[in-house]
């Protein structure tokens, strides 16, 4: 995963990252979203980068494309909850999300 072009020029251009980022965010009056950021990554423009790395293994007669996708929707509404619950918290911030398959050893 390190080897990967793309995540290092992240990590090369950030101010901060931080790996394992814990959060608790409060979305209602009844209703609490907690969570672990695999890898959150500050940008000198103030971004946030948003990673989830994935190790799900291709199944039984399913492409590369395939899988990807099905990360991409099994796995998106949860990188939406975390956008929103940083968005909340640190208001103003830009905030893109990302799903990393190491099985894949790219973004998808």
């Not at 500050?42 to 399913?62: H, R, S």
């Not at 939406?80 to 940083?86: G, N, S, V, W």
Request: glycine letters at 4%; aromatic letters at 12%.
């Amino acid at each position: 995963m390190l080897a990967n072009g793309e995540l290092q020029e992240l990590c090369r251009n950030a101010v901060w990252f931080q790996p394992e980022f814990p959060f608790s965010w409060p979305k209602a009056a009844r209703e609490w979203c907690e969570g672990v950021i695999d890898l959150l990554i500050e940008m000198t423009d103030g971004a946030l980068y948003v990673i989830d790395w994935k190790t799900n293994q291709v199944a039984l007669n399913e492409s590369a494309e395939q899988l990807a996708q099905h990360l991409r929707a099994q796995y998106l509404p949860q990188l939406e909850t975390y956008r929103e619950a940083l968005q909340n918290m640190m208001a103003g911030r830009n905030i893109e999300i990302a799903i990393y398959s190491t099985v894949l050893g790219r973004f998808v």
